[in-house]
């Protein structure tokens, strides 16, 4: 890479060129790799089929993640390739929840072979990378977590977040959509907290590169060009943001090593969790509705955000543009409010998130009531 740097000698910092190359090549790799993935797809008859949870009405290609991880597994490795140095696992996890993505795109995998294989992926980046939440600074009155507490912590949030990932991809764009703004405000977090973090900046303008391209045609409104992520996709994405998340809060911890800058911010782990609110709450919400009804929180059902916002009679794109505008504007808040008592603040970030699950429910009541 030096070497590299050398040769380009283009007078400007070579992390720039890196950014912008990781991120285009990112973009054009997943870009033309998806007609390939359709093509396959429709010969093969490698569809998804609509169901319950579905949104749509017509099978429609759904190994778009294929394309995802590729291009985020290329770029990444040679850009941010500190990251793979650093974190021995993190390449390792990803391949593993590919297969295990595919196999159940193609197949339909039993829930509990894919929980089995989550928790060997978290238990692969808690203990293996040492990527663990250490500390809550206050949230809850819990600030320094033990060893053993900090892994259980670490794995069961990585697993619900791989999973409430895969819960939001309902409708087209929104997972991708949401995926896009997460790795953005994380990014740019990164960014500012200096040269240390810059492999993570880089991973995050990779994301955002394959994602934007995925999202091209997934928002399209031509059929034969159409595609969904799939579970390949959703649960390498929410596995990555789970990871720039935990890497986020671990950096406002100090750990004493010489040559490595010291951050504090007494929010981090709300503000972590004010950026990756939709699917926290999203998740939340469907399973303390199964439970209320006695139900399996393992159920498909459409009492997702985004199956309320479509009751309203809009359509995919409006649907999802309304989400992330609400759920933006909860972000922002959190980020203005940083500096409040932590559990001040994480109580008003999941009022807020949880009063935007229910807006569709109550313009539906205030229309039936006009009428």
Do not use: W
């Not at 972000?331 to 699950?357: C, K, P, S, T, W």
């Amino acid at each position: 890479m030096q070497r590299l740097e050398e040769f380009l000698n283009l007078g400007i910092p070579f992390f720039y060129v890196k950014l912008v190359l990781g991120f285009v090549l990112s973009f054009l790799i997943c870009f033309f790799s998806i007609p390939t993935i359709i093509k396959i797809s429709r010969r093969k008859n490698l569809m998804d089929e609509p169901g319950i949870r579905s949104s749509h009405l017509r099978k429609i290609p759904n190994l778009g993640g294929i394309a995802i991880f590729y291009s985020i597994g290329i770029c990444a490795s040679v850009f941010a390739y500190e990251l793979f140095d650093l974190y021995k696992f993190l390449f390792a996890s990803m391949i593993i929840l590919l297969y295990v993505g595919v196999m159940d795109d193609i197949v339909v995998m039993r829930a509990y072979k894919k929980l089995l294989v989550q928790v060997l992926v978290s238990v692969l980046i808690v203990v293996g990378s040492d990527i663990r939440i250490r500390n809550l600074f206050g949230v809850f009155g819990v600030y320094e977590l033990n060893y053993f507490l900090s892994v259980i912590f670490s794995v069961v949030t990585f697993i619900i977040l791989i999973n409430a990932f895969n819960l939001i991809d309902g409708i087209d764009g929104l997972a991708g959509g949401y995926s896009v703004i997460c790795s953005a405000l994380f990014g740019i977090s990164y960014f500012r907290l200096g040269a240390y973090n810059y492999p993570l900046v880089i991973l995050s303008a990779v994301i955002i590169g394959a994602v934007l391209a995925f999202l091209y045609y997934n928002l399209s409104n031509y059929r034969s060009v159409k595609i969904f992520m799939g579970d390949t996709g959703s649960m390498l994405l929410g596995f990555l943001l789970a990871f720039t998340a935990v890497c986020f809060i671990d950096i406002f911890i100090d750990k004493n090593i010489p040559g490595i800058p010291r951050y504090h911010l007494q929010s981090a782990p709300v503000i972590a969790v004010a950026i990756l609110i939709l699917p926290i709450v999203d998740t939340l919400n469907v399973i303390l509705i199964r439970l209320s009804l006695k139900k399996s929180p393992f159920e498909a059902d459409k009492n997702h955000i985004h199956h309320r916002v479509l009751k309203l009679g809009v359509t995919h794109r409006r649907a999802t543009f309304y989400i992330l505008c609400y759920y933006l504007f909860v972000v922002a808040v959190a980020y203005f409010l940083r500096h409040l008592e932590d559990n001040l603040l994480l109580m008003i970030i999941m009022a807020l998130g949880f009063l935007g699950a229910y807006i569709p429910n109550i313009i539906l009541k205030y229309r039936k009531s006009a009428n």
